[in-house]
Each structure stands twice: as C-alpha cells, then as structure tokens.
C-alpha cells in the first residue's frame, strides 16, 4: 500500500523537522493534568463497554465506569441499545452493578422502578405524599453507538458520533480483516482481561505507536515479523501499522500455519486510548483501552474475538501457545520498558524527550507517537 504525499509529512504537506521534540514530561506526571484530561478527553471521547453479545435480548445490561463516571447500557423491549448513567435520580444511589438482565430497573435504595428507556414507573407514595410527578423524572441519558460489534458510550452528549470521529476507521478494519465477522467474542476472554502498569496510560500508548524498540526488545516477535518492512499511515483521529510475515511458520515467538492462519500483523490507534488489532496466528481480532489509575499508573483491558470454527486439527494448540507467548513474553518487555519510561519522567533533567521521524524507514519512526500528542494536545486546547 503506497503512503501518499500528505501522510509522509504527517498530513501538512510540509517536512516538519521542526517538530522533533516530544511531549513534555510533566504531561505524564501531573495530577491537574489528569483532571484535564478526565474533562476534556475521557468525558468527551468514545469509551468502550462491552461486545454486543452482552446485550443480546432485552432486558439484557452491562455496567462501566469511566474514570469514576458509572454508567450502564441496556438492550430495550424495542430491542434498541440505550445507555444511562448508573445513578438514581432519587437520592442518588447506584441502580445496577456488574451485567445481567432486568424487566425493569429498580433502585435498592427506596425501589424507585424505571423503564428500560430510562422512565420513572412507580415512587412510593401515598395519597397524602406531596411528590414529584412521574414523568418529571427520568434516568439521566449517555450517548452510545457501536463499532464493529462493540459498543461505546461517550459522557459529551454533543460527541460526534464514532462515524464521524474516527472516519473511515471501521471501513479500513472491515476490508483489512474481512474474516472478521466470523469471529466471536473467546471463550477465555468473556471476562475482559485487565493488565494493571505502572506507567501512565500516554507512554502506554506511545510504546503501542512505535516499533523502534521491537528488533533488539521484541526478538522473537521480530523473528516472526518482518519488522524492517513494516509501515504505517495517519488519519483523522487514527492511526494504522502493518508489519508483515518473516514468512518463518517456525518461528521463535510461536508457530504458525500459513494454510489457516493469519500471517501479518495489523494495529489500528484511535484516540485517544483505544487499540484494535489483528495478530499473526490463528484467525483473530483484539481491542485494548488504557485507562488511567492516576497520573502513575493505567490499566489495559484486553478482549478478543477469535475464528467461531476451528480450521484445521492444531489450531486450538497455536491460539494458545500464541496467548501464552504474548502473557509470558511479549507483555513483560513491554512492561519493563514503560516502567522504566515513566521513571524517566520524574528526573530532574529530563523535561521533554524527542522524536525520530523517519518515512523512508518507517521501522524507526516515531511518527505515529507524534501523530497522537497533536491529537492530545489539540484536545487538551494547547499547542
Ligand atoms: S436513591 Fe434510588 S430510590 Fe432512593
Ligand atoms: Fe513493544
């Protein structure tokens, strides 16, 4: 795939050597910038929930806090997805916790009883009771819509949708992976898997966006990969690498089988903290959010689709040999790095790193990191 002219320049059309230095390093450690960046990216950007499996039948509810913000998104009788806030309107209780499936939402507080749409039914009153009328009150509404088949909430209730946020996103994915809606939701991974770092969730994302430390820190990842070939293209909002096979089906990382597996590997951004991709290995797809614990630490969730039908005898052996490689292996160097990083943004003379950009070499180009922090800084309302 060629890189067009835009996107070597990183979409101004101009060389930008200019713009070799980083994101400054009190981005990284600052409690007020973490407030900031809960007002003005978290609760004003998609943030996933839950695959749509969770909310097959009516009735059928997920609960999610974002940053502090609970909220639940629940599948009506009119077979619509809406989301709430998960608080009563009463005294302020939480309505629901965990995932199931409800007729009506009833607080266990004082058993005020709600719709599914988020409608007052029944308060307890009695004749002599001065009350509120019902349809005064109602569930506090949150904006939800879907890609591929999970489901999003964004607190802005004036949000662009996901269409229009990250344009084009869902179609590359689709083409990219059109196996993809053969996939279903893994077996293992119902329960979303959650990797806790002690990072800040920015260098966790910035190790996502750059392979510069993949040959000598990933080596049996590049011995699967073709990692001088790789390369990638930014768009609105988002960012895509592919790295190719080494077209080794043994390999150091794990073994593959070119006649039923996936060989390449694809990664797509989106900002601000949201990761989907597609691994070398029996027929996949994952998406990832980081979401911060405090300017000093971020969790990564993980959940994973993966092939609904086994293609061939051995593939049930290599979906786990991989898994076992990217828990045991891969995510380990990983973790060591962006500790390490986040320590660095503490010392007294490191005030901002740099970038290497380099379109010729894309192996070694930070480009992508860079990409995100105008992104993040455009959001954030400073240049
Ligand atoms: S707080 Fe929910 S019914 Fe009172
Ligand atoms: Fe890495």
Redo the contacts with the bound molecule.
Sequence with gaps: MAISAAEQTDMSGQPQRDRLRALPARYYVDEQVLAQEKERLFFRTWQYVCHVSALAKPGAYVTAEILGQKVFVVRTRSDEIKAFYNV??????Q?LEGAGSKQAIV??????NFTLDGDLRR?RTASTSEAPELSEICLSPVRVDRMLDFIFVNLDPDALSIADFWPGAEEHIRTTCPDIESYTISTSATVIHSTDVAANWKIQVDNFLECQHCRHGHKSFSDMLDIPNQFHTLHENYAYNFIPSSGKADNLAYPLDPAHDVMDLHFWYLFPNLGFGQFAGPGNFSLSQWLPAGPDRATRISVSLEAAEPTDPGMADRRERRAAWARDVLQPEDIAFMESVHQGMYQRCFTQGWYIVDWENQELSESMVRHFHDHYLEHMGET
């Design positions: 009563c309107p009463h005294r302020g209780h309505l607080c266990p507080y004082h058993h005020w308060h």
